[in-house]
């Protein structure tokens, strides 16, 4: 018998892909073969319907020397995942962008359970996300599970650092403010409030039954307002064990802007893609340029000068 939460979860993924979504999937499955055993849409562009920007995508494989076939990348991967890749895909006369992140469907069932230090992967897909693809249903089901249980890690941390009584949406702000101060970002404080607004019911139906899943008690006031039943000592507890997680995220995400610089496929094109988006800039780079982006950075960075696209 499916839990309530994995219903809950069933429903959005029943949902159908957006057309321009379902081309690029088609393009990374085909690249990707058997390998790939799960394919996720996730990020803004489904939050708000937009699909003429930047799509994103997670594809789970089974092995990493079979998505790319170099064995340093998949060494990279493993120590630090996910890695990152620029995609376009021509589609009906346009264009089709996206961002893929790539990492073992192993790493990512490690990556949402609530033990682990790296707050970004269960964080994320706790969030709006759908199943794009799955080889079959075992890895439907596998990718269901680890999605569920990224949703029962946010809303257990939620319980432990949300206020004491409130509604579902404080327990969600207060997550989201968290998981923001964990990592280096450049969007604003109310970040975590913008995105509980682009699904608020759904994320007040979410929570009950995942803090359920998640064994955290809980009494609903007849105003509807929630108490979890948790004591003093094992907020503290919490608390303590979040300022660790604080700490190592924001070195974990300078090690991946690193990690990135020398391992982002296709990064060079997403590069001039956002140049020209937001400047109008067309830029075209030699060869050697696009074999060696870091030593040619002063010199594009010259030249932008120059154009007056940088001051």
């Given at each position: 018998?499916?839990?309530?939460?994995?219903?809950?979860?069933?429903?959005?993924?029943?949902?159908?892909?957006?057309?321009?979504?379902?081309?690029?999937?088609?393009?990374?499955?085909?690249?990707?073969?058997?390998?790939?055993?799960?394919?996720l849409?996730?990020?803004?562009?489904?939050?708000?319907?937009?699909?003429?920007?930047?799509?994103?995508?997670?594809?789970?494989?089974?092995?990493?020397?079979?998505?790319?076939?170099s064995?340093?990348?998949?060494?990279?991967?493993?120590?630090?995942?996910?890695?990152?890749?620029?995609?376009?895909?021509?589609?009906?006369?346009?264009?089709?962008?996206?961002?893929?992140?790539?990492?073992?469907?192993?790493?990512?069932?490690?990556?949402?359970?609530?033990?682990?230090?790296?707050?970004?992967?269960?964080?994320?897909?706790?969030?709006?996300?759908?199943?794009?693809?799955?080889?079959d249903?075992?890895?439907?089901?596998?990718?269901?599970?680890a999605?569920?249980?990224?949703?029962?890690?946010?809303?257990r941390?939620?319980?432990?650092?949300?206020?004491?009584?409130?509604?579902?949406?404080?327990?969600?702000?207060?997550?989201?403010?968290?998981?923001?101060?964990?990592?280096?970002?450049?969007?604003?404080?109310?970040?975590?409030?913008?995105?509980?607004?682009?699904?608020?019911?759904?994320?007040?139906?979410?929570?009950?039954?995942?803090?359920?899943?998640?064994?955290?008690?809980?009494?609903?006031?007849?105003?509807?307002?929630?108490?979890?039943?948790?004591?003093?000592?094992?907020?503290?507890r919490?608390?303590?064990?979040?300022?660790?997680?604080?700490?190592?995220?924001?070195?974990?995400?300078?090690?991946?802007?690193?990690?990135?610089?020398?391992?982002?496929?296709?990064?060079?094109d997403y590069?001039?893609?956002?140049?020209?988006?937001?400047?109008?800039?067309?830029?075209?780079?030699?060869?050697?340029?696009?074999?060696?982006?870091?030593?040619?950075?002063p010199?594009?960075?010259?030249?932008?000068?120059?154009?007056?696209?940088?001051?």
């Open positions: 018998m499916t839990d309530p939460l994995s219903t809950l979860i069933d429903q959005e993924w029943d949902l159908p892909l957006p057309a321009p979504a379902a081309a690029l999937v088609a393009a990374l499955v085909a690249h990707g073969g058997d390998n790939v055993a799960s394919v849409f996730y990020g803004s562009n489904l939050r708000t319907g937009d699909v003429e920007g930047l799509l994103d995508f997670y594809v789970l494989v089974d092995s990493l020397t079979g998505w790319r076939d064995r340093p990348l998949a060494a990279a991967t493993r120590l630090l995942p996910p890695s990152v890749e620029y995609w376009e895909v021509p589609w009906q006369g346009h264009t089709l962008r996206a961002k893929v992140a790539v990492m073992g469907i192993d790493q990512f069932v490690r990556s949402t359970r609530f033990d682990g230090l790296d707050t970004t992967i269960w964080a994320r897909f706790t969030q709006p996300v759908m199943l794009a693809h799955a080889r249903a075992a890895a439907r089901r596998q990718v269901r599970t999605v569920a249980q990224a949703v029962t890690t946010a809303t941390w939620a319980a432990l650092l949300g206020p004491t009584e409130g509604t579902a949406r404080d327990y969600w702000e207060a997550l989201f403010k968290a998981t923001y101060s964990a990592e280096l970002r450049v969007e604003k404080a109310s970040r975590g409030v913008s995105i509980v607004d682009h699904a608020a019911d759904r994320y007040t139906a979410l929570l009950p039954p995942a803090w359920a899943s998640a064994r955290v008690p809980f009494e609903e006031r007849p105003d509807g307002r929630l108490h979890p039943l948790l004591s003093p000592t094992e907020r503290a919490a608390a303590s064990a979040w300022a660790w997680r604080g700490r190592f995220g924001k070195v974990l995400n300078i090690a991946r802007l690193v990690k990135a610089a020398f391992t982002f496929t296709g990064g060079v590069l001039l893609w956002k140049l020209h988006r937001h400047s109008g800039v067309r830029l075209e780079l030699t060869p050697w340029q696009r074999r060696h982006p870091i030593l040619s950075a010199g594009i960075l010259w030249k932008l000068k120059r154009m007056g696209v940088i001051r």
